[in-house]
């Protein structure tokens, strides 16, 4: 893909159009502007102010991440933060955030970065976490964690619940190095042609893929839900998601309520 690194304003927003598949006559409508004055500022015949360009960001739902080179590129400061998740400023809503994965249980729930890095989950999720070998080593990773024979094993449906997630990460890597790099990685550290198959991003993702875990004689079925902040001026907030896990059938939700799990909450 392309660097944006050295490109203008117009250029961005005319890159970004484009991975909205939107026309300028479509961002007009979204943004309540002219498509003449788009064509405009995508020219350079015009310079949007910073209000505009945060109307148009909106518009294309460009990531708080991507959106201060957009306003560099136009001359102006950048407009939003990036804070570590451990950041002062952040605790008392990661503290909220603690109490809904928590309170999730007896269903698994966790969150996750924008690279798939778990941040701290609830006790039936710590459960799940450990039969996997690699979730004890540094901070657990679900995207490095999938491709491992464990999870080959563990989910009983683990080609159609890879093919889904591999999807949403080449859907992430079009807008985003990180999950670009972490996508090579996958590659590099996997032979399994699931990983490395060519995904058809023209193709519509599947609307919910159940995912299959193997309990013994047993075989628990779950939905995942992805919760995220409606309103956040933090980076690092509005790609954090909480990811939960619901009963698909009245086998899974009774195993679930018959089985509490005893596993300690990761240490604050």
Not at 80 to 96: F, I, S, T
Not at 180 to 196: G, K, N, P
Request: with cysteine.
């Amino acid at each position: 893909m392309e660097s944006r690194a050295t490109h203008g304003c117009g250029d961005l927003l005319r890159y970004w159009r484009g991975v909205r598949k939107m026309s300028q006559l479509d961002l007009a409508g979204h943004a309540g502007v002219s498509a003449r004055h788009i064509s405009f500022v995508e020219s350079g015949r015009a310079t949007p102010s910073r209000e505009m360009l945060v109307t148009l960001a909106d518009a294309l739902g460009v990531p708080l991440r991507e959106r201060n080179p957009l306003f560099a590129a136009a001359g102006y400061a950048h407009l939003y933060e990036a804070r570590a998740a451990d950041a002062p400023e952040l605790q008392p809503m990661m503290r909220v955030l603690r109490t809904i994965v928590d309170r999730a249980s007896p269903y698994p729930s966790m969150a996750l970065d924008a690279q798939w890095n778990v941040l701290f989950t609830n006790a039936p999720a710590a459960q799940l976490l450990q039969l996997l070998p690699g979730a004890a080593v540094g901070v657990p990773n679900l995207a490095r964690l999938m491709v491992q024979p464990a999870a080959v094993a563990l989910l009983a449906n683990w080609e159609e619940v890879s093919a889904a997630f591999l999807d949403r990460l080449h859907r992430e890597a079009l807008t985003d190095p990180r999950s670009r790099a972490l996508l090579d990685e996958l590659r590099a550290a996997s032979s399994h042609a699931l990983v490395h198959k060519k995904v058809d991003l023209g193709r519509a993702p599947s609307l919910v893929v159940p995912i299959v875990l193997r309990a013994g004689e047993a075989k628990l079925s779950f939905f995942s839900t992805i919760t995220t902040l409606g309103t956040p001026l933090d980076m690092v907030l509005q790609e954090l998601r909480i990811e939960t896990y619901y009963p698909s059938d009245e086998t899974t939700e009774a195993f679930l309520r018959d089985h509490r799990l005893q596993v300690p909450l990761p240490e604050s």
